[in-house]
């Protein structure tokens, strides 16, 4: 089993739809990222988070420490917004080594 | 902003053939990792490197082997292809410690035919 568990694996949404991708993970952690991988094969890291949440354009993404799951919204979804959302989480010691959930690929459609 | 260079993006290859595959990074990153991904698997680490000549296995290290003789550099060495080993890699480097972003490649997507 996955240490992390991503859903939905698929989405498609219509433009300016509320979007939320859920991250499940079973290990006790410091801090979640979540990146954005688009077509061709590019990936950019979103965002890092420990607590609370962050907020970046229409991007948000919280986290629960205590339930070990995190999310990632986006309001106001755009075309441009397709793309494969992918979590991680750390593992061992030194906090650099990542262990990957499978992604979620979501289409927005015009 | 950071730059990380994967040699190629697209590469065919025969079976049994000696692969290198070369990742370049400017920001003096201390930290640099090998992945491949694979639909329905996502990624996976191949080896790790957190140092001029040091490396570590990930989870997948069979069949290939890496070396980092210079900072920025750190290859991907597949001593005997075969079938099994087409995917794409991506190469990532990072800064030592906590809550420092990867930053990747464009990533290279290697047949094996």
């Known amino acids: 089993k996955n240490e992390v568990e991503q859903s939905p694996q698929n989405l498609t949404a219509q433009e300016g739809e509320f979007i939320t991708i859920n991250c499940s993970y079973s290990v006790g952690i410091s801090a979640l990222h979540w990146l954005q991988q688009h077509p061709g094969g590019g990936i950019v890291s979103l965002f890092m988070?420990?607590?609370g949440k962050k907020k970046h354009g229409r991007l948000i993404a919280t986290i629960n420490i205590q339930e070990k799951h995190s999310s990632l919204h986006i309001t106001a979804s755009h075309p441009r917004d397709s793309a494969v959302y992918i979590c991680a989480v750390p593992v061992g010691t030194s906090g650099s080594r990542l262990t990957f959930g499978e992604g979620t690929q979501l289409t927005v459609n015009p | 902003d950071v730059k990380v260079t994967q040699s190629s993006r697209y590469l065919v290859k025969r079976t049994g053939e000696k692969v290198f595959l070369e990742c370049v990074q400017d920001m003096d990153h201390e930290n640099m990792f090998w992945y491949r991904q694979d639909p329905g698997l996502g990624l996976r680490l191949i080896y790790f490197s957190y140092d001029v000549k040091m490396k570590e296995k990930g989870d997948i290290p069979e069949g290939y082997s890496v070396s980092r003789e210079k900072k920025e550099r750190f290859s991907l060495i597949l001593e005997s292809a075969s079938t099994n080993q087409t995917s794409m890699y991506l190469c990532?480097?990072?800064?030592?410690?906590?809550?420092?972003?990867?930053?990747f490649g464009d990533g290279t997507r290697l047949s094996i035919l």
């Open positions: 990532a480097s990072t800064h030592s410690g906590e809550y420092q972003p990867q930053h």
């Open positions: 988070l420990s607590s």
